[in-house]
C-alpha cells in the first residue's frame, strides 16, 4: 500500500506532506507492492488511537465476561479510528474479577493464535480502575465490593490477566500499607490513584513510594484549591506521573484543560474516553458496573444520585473536542491520544506512531477532523465517504 498526498504525522510531532509506503503491515521506507494506492489528498495521517481506560461501546462493557462482548467492542473501537484498546474492570467481587480477566487472557490468545479471529483494534492491556478505592470519591463504583489494598490479590489479578493488566488504582488513604503495597508491586504494574480522597500529603508519599499514575485527572477525586491541593497538586509536582484527562466537554471545563497542559506539559497527559457501553447507542437506560445509568444528550449519569457515570464519547470526538473547543494544538492532541498512551502501555517500539519497522496502524482525517479512513496491519479496515 502507498499513502500519496497526505499531512503526515512525523515522530517529531509534527505535520508533513509525504508518502508512506506500507508492506507486511508496516511501514517502511519503499515497497514493491503498489498494488493498493490511497489518495489522502486534504487529509491529515496520524497513528492509530490508543484508549487505556474505557468500559465499553455499543451496548458492549468489558465485564459483561464475554468473548463477544470484547469482540464487538473491539470492533467498533476500530472503526472509530483506535487500533489499540486497554478495557477498565469496574469494582466487582473478587471472583468476578478474576473470571473476566480470565476471559481476556483467552480472547487475547486467541486473537494472537488467529489474527483474523476477531478484526478489531487490538487488545494491549486491562486498567483495574477498582476495587482499592475510597466510598467517598466512588463514582459510579458500587461500594459494596471495594476492597483494602492486598499484594496476593493483586499478584493474582496480574497472573489470572497473562499479564494484561498494566494499572491497579488504589485510594491510599484508606490503606495504611499503600506504601508497602507500591513497593512490592510497582515494578510490575503501573500503580495509579484512582476514585481517591487523598490529600496532598498522603498523594505525595503514594507517588514517592512508586505509584505514577492518575485516573481521569479532576473526577473522583478532591478539587484543587489554594490552600488544599490534593491529587491534583501532588500530580504536578511529581515529573514521573502521568494524567488521563477526559475532553468530552463535559467532564472538564475547556478552561482547566489549557490550565492542565500549562501546568504538567504535553507529555504527561493522556487523552482517554471513559466510554461506556451507552456510546454510541442512543438515549436512554443503561447499566455500568451493575447500577443504572442513563444517557441524555450526550451525558451518563446515575440514575440513583445524578452522578456522572462514563462518557458516551469516543476517544477520536474527546480529541476532536481538544483540538475544536478547548484550544489544544492538533499535533499535541494527537500525540495525547497515541504517543503517550503507547508508551505508558509499553508498547511504543511498536505502535503509536509512523515510523519504519512499526505496525502499520493509522488513521485519515478530513480538515474538519472527521473520521476518512482506518488502516490496521497495513489494510484499510473502513472508509467513509465525504
Known amino acids: 500500500m502507498i499513502i500519496k498526498n497526505g499531512n503526515v504525522y512525523t ?8 508518502e508512506l509506503h506500507i508492506q507486511d503491515g508496516i511501514f517502511c521506507e519503499n515497497t514493491n507492492d503498489a498494488s493498493e494506492i490511497v489518495d489522502a489528498h486534504d487529509c491529515y495521517v496520524i497513528p492509530g488511537l490508543i484508549d487505556l481506560h474505557f468500559h465499553g461501546c455499543m451496548g458492549y462493557d468489558f465485564c459483561d465476561n464475554s468473548a463477544e462482548a470484547l469482540a464487538g467492542i473491539a470492533r467498533q473501537e476500530l472503526y472509530s479510528g483506535v487500533t489499540g484498546i486497554c478495557p477498565a474492570t469496574m469494582t466487582l467481587p473478587y471472583e468476578e474479577l478474576c473470571s473476566i480477566l480470565k476471559t481476556a487472557a483467552s480472547y487475547q490468545k486467541d486473537c494472537e493464535a488467529d489474527p483474523q479471529h476477531t478484526p478489531g483494534a487490538d487488545l494491549i492491556g486491562i486498567n483495574m480502575e477498582g476495587p482499592f478505592i475510597s466510598t467517598e470519591k466512588k463514582g459510579a463504583q458500587d461500594p459494596q465490593h471495594i476492597l483494602p489494598c492486598d499484594v496476593k490479590t493483586a499478584r493474582d489479578f496480574l497472573e489470572i490477566s497473562g499479564g494484561l493488566v498494566k494499572f491497579i488504582g488504589i485510594a491510599p488513604e484508606k490503606n495504611p500499607n499503600f506504601a508497602e503495597f507500591i513497593a512490592q508491586l510497582k515494578d510490575d504494574v503501573h500503580i495509579s490513584l484512582a476514585h481517591t480522597n487523598a490529600d496532598y500529603d498522603t498523594a505525595m508519599a ?15 477525586m478532591p478539587a484543587f484549591t489554594h490552600r488544599a491541593p490534593g491529587v491534583i497538586g501532588a500530580v504536578s509536582d511529581s515529573p514521573h506521573v502521568f494524567a488521563e484527562l477526559i475532553c468530552d466537554g463535559i467532564h472538564i471545563h475547556p478552561s482547566m484543560v489549557r490550565s ?7 507529555d504527561r497527559i493522556i487523552f482517554i474516553s471513559d466510554s461506556m457501553r451507552a456510546a ?5 437506560n443503561y447499566t455500568l458496573g451493575g447500577l443504572d445509568v442513563v444517557l441524555k444528550d450526550r451525558k451518563v449519569t446515575l440514575v440513583s444520585d445524578g452522578a456522572i457515570a462514563g462518557s458516551a464519547s469516543t476517544l477520536l470526538e474527546c480529541m476532536r473536542t481538544a483540538v475544536t473547543q478547548m484550544d489544544i494544538p492538533l499535533e499535541t492532541a494527537v500525540a495525547c491520544a497515541s504517543v503517550n498512551p503507547a508508551k505508558r502501555l509499553g508498547v511504543y517500539h511498536e505502535r ?13 482525517l478530513d480538515q474538519n477532523l472527521q473520521l476518512r479512513m482506518v488502516i490496521k496491519d497495513g489494510v484499510c479496515v473502513h472508509c467513509f465517504s465525504k
Not at 280 to 284: N, Y
Open 11 to 18: 515522530k517529531d510531532q509534527h505535520f508533513q506532506k509525504s
Open 206 to 220: 503514594a507517588f514517592g513510594a512508586g505509584a505514577d499514575h492518575a485516573v481521569h485527572l479532576y473526577n473522583a
Open 260 to 266: 492542565t497542559f500549562r501546568m504538567l506539559g504535553k
Open 280 to 284: 454510541g447507542m442512543p438515549d436512554g
Open 352 to 364: 503509536g506512531s509512523i515510523e519504519y519497522g512499526k505496525k502499520a496502524d493509522a488513521v485519515l
